[in-house]
Each structure stands twice: as C-alpha cells, then as structure tokens.
Antibody
Framework: QVQLQESGPGLVEPSGTLSLTCAVD?????????WTWVRQPPGKGLEWIGE???????NYNPSLESRVTLLVDESKNLFSLKLTSVTAADTAVYYC??????????WGQGSLVTVSS | QSALTQPASVSGSPGQSITISCTGT?????????VCWYQQHPGNAPKLLIF???HRPSGISHRFSGSKSGNTASLTISGLQAEDEADYYC??????????FGGGTKLTVL
C-alpha cells in the first residue's frame, strides 16, 4: 500500500519561502509515476500546483509557475515543493499526491501552512 | 487557466439519485477523456472516485458513476446514503499539460 506524508514548517513569514517535502512509502519515486502537489485554502476548493516526473520533467500551474520549484530526491525516496515570495493568499493545506494514468490515486494527509508574521 | 464550473451545492434524500455537473471548455473537458472525480470529507484528504470519465478504482461503490457530453462531465450518485455527504470535486487534464479542478460541490443528504 502506497503512503505519502507531507512535512515542513507550519508557519512561514510573508515574502519568505514555503518548503515542503513528501515522503513516499510503498512505491519508488524513480518509477513511472508523476508526483503532484495540490493545495486548498481554508474553506475553499482544490488548486493544482504542479507535477514532476523522475526524469526531471515538470508541469506547473501558470498562475504559480514563476514562484514554484519541484524536485525529486531519489536517494531519499521523496519529492519536494518550494514556493517563493509567499503572501497570506498562499495559506492553505498542501497535499502531495501520486499521479500517473491521468489520475491522482493516492494522497498524503495534508500539511497546513500559514503565512503570517 | 480557469476552474471548471460546478454547482456550489446539491442535496437529496436517502435512496435518491443526484447528479453533479462539471463544465469546462474545449481545451480541457471537451478535448480529453481524462476527467476525475474526488470525494472529500471534512478534515480529510480527497479520495479518488472516478477516473477517465467513467472508470471506478477498485473498492469504489457501483453507486458512483461518471459520464461526459461535450464540455460537461457529470457524477451521479445513486441510492444516496448519509455517508455520501461530503464535498465533491471534478478535475480535468488540459491542453497546456496542466490540470484544473472544479470549484467543488457540497452534497447534503437530507
């Protein structure tokens, strides 16, 4: 059974950088899947952030592309998200998920990140 | 990249059927059979219900079904149960190699 677990600071200062990692258990990040980040502001809907393939290929939400970097660390079997120049609008629960076969079939439990001074 | 359009809320009584619509454009829903539906209970992560418009992952009840016509996809839940009360999100692949979600629909079981 594949399990994903997000981790990272729960509080980030405005204009700072949000950094999260997603540890994968039960599957290899080096395989055929794409690895995805989705966020959900409090009380609002889901927003796709971007995805990365172990080959290094990435696709990003155009509205976030200038601030987002996704990486895969095959040695640690995890992938990561960096979002720069954050504002209060970036406050959200951030989910990592496994993509592949044109669906997100396995999700982490989510990590709440609050942007505040 | 605009969000797909879903009704904000729907409701039904136990045993009834309801349908949630998801309207996109020719660049996403209308151009690809890569539409998914997710169920999200409060405080939980989304759960995949339907992929490729109408396919159910193993373990998902046959009460959940999906379809598509033109730029609009639909999720139908038959034999409504109290446990179906949740938020539902559609999602589609897009021509720009990106993904777009719907705004979400809150289902109330009366």
């Amino acid at each position: 059974q594949v399990q994903l677990q997000e981790s990272g600071p729960g509080l980030v200062e405005p204009s700072g950088t949000l950094s999260l990692t997603c540890a994968v258990d039960g599957a290899s990040v080096s395989g055929v899947n794409w690895w995805t980040w989705v966020r959900q502001p409090p009380g609002k809907g889901l927003e796709w952030i971007g995805e990365i393939h172990p080959s290094g290929r990435t696709n990003y939400n155009p509205s976030l592309e200038s601030r987002v970097t996704l990486l895969v660390d095959e040695s640690k079997n995890l992938f990561s998200l960096k979002l720069t120049s954050v504002t209060a609008a970036d406050t959200a629960v951030y989910y990592c998920a496994r993509g592949g076969g044109y669906r997100f079939d396995c999700w982490g439990q989510g990590s709440l990140v609050t942007v505040s001074s | 990249q605009s969000a797909l359009t879903q009704p904000a809320s729907v409701s039904g009584s136990p045993g009834q059927s309801i349908t949630i619509s998801c309207t996109g454009t020719r660049s996403d829903v209308g151009n690809y059979d890569y539409v998914c539906w997710y169920q999200q209970h409060p405080g939980n992560a989304p759960k995949l219900l339907i992929f490729d418009v109408s396919h159910r992952p193993s373990g998902i009840s046959h009460r959940f079904s999906g379809s598509k016509s033109g730029n609009t996809a639909s999720l139908t839940i038959s034999g409504l149960q109290a446990e179906d009360e949740a938020d539902y999100y559609c999602c589609s692949y897009s021509s720009t190699s990106t993904w777009v979600f719907g705004g979400g629909t809150k289902l109330t079981v009366l």
